[in-house]
């Protein structure tokens, strides 16, 4: 017979690098990924009396995640300014449709490679450097307005290229 603790580390280890991936999209960083990664395992086995046994335990893991992806955001100021708690809500419930995690990454990043030069150099410093729309207009002479007019029009080509990826994937 297994025990609580055998069920959980078979459930854990077969979630835990997609979980990974998971928290990784949201934060982009890898420092901050492993110490939500962290704080999240903890969580996660603490709160497993909670979890029902027969249902999923990926999207019950998932709203710890993206819970711990959320108070992470809210204590670091610095990434308010990136992806606002609604579209973060909206990426996790498209992420629930979607199993497969690395091929979603791979199809952001296939797209991401086809940007332009001035794309690629935006994509970077917003969401690799987590550099604020204000900040990035200082470091290139650009208006706040362009700035953020160029991050959103960026936002939207990425997501576009991702649904094609997908589109052209199933068929």
């Known amino acids: 017979m297994h025990t609580t603790s055998d069920l959980f580390s078979a459930m854990f280890e077969s979630e835990k690098k997609r979980l990974y991936a ?20 903890v969580i996660l086995w603490k709160e497993f009396e909670t979890f029902e046994r ?59 490679s086809h940007l332009s030069t001035s794309a690629h150099q935006l994509y970077y410093g917003f969401y690799i450097e987590n550099l604020s729309a204000q900040a990035l207009a200082d470091k290139t002479g650009r208006s706040i307005f362009g700035i953020r007019k160029s991050i959103h029009l960026l936002r939207r080509k990425l997501f576009d290229c991702v649904d094609k990826q997908k589109v052209e994937h199933d068929t």
């Open 22 to 41: 998971y928290i990784y999209a949201f934060v982009l960083d890898k420092a901050a990924a492993d110490d939500i990664f962290q704080e999240t395992s």
């Open 54 to 112: 027969g249902t999923s335990f990926r999207k019950w893991s998932n709203t710890i995640v993206f819970n711990c992806v959320r108070t992470y955001r809210r204590q670091q100021k610095k990434l308010v300014s990136g992806l606002s708690d609604e579209l973060l809500e909206q990426m996790s419930a498209v992420a629930a449709h979607h199993e497969n995690t690395d091929q979603r990454w791979s199809m952001l990043q296939h797209c991401v």
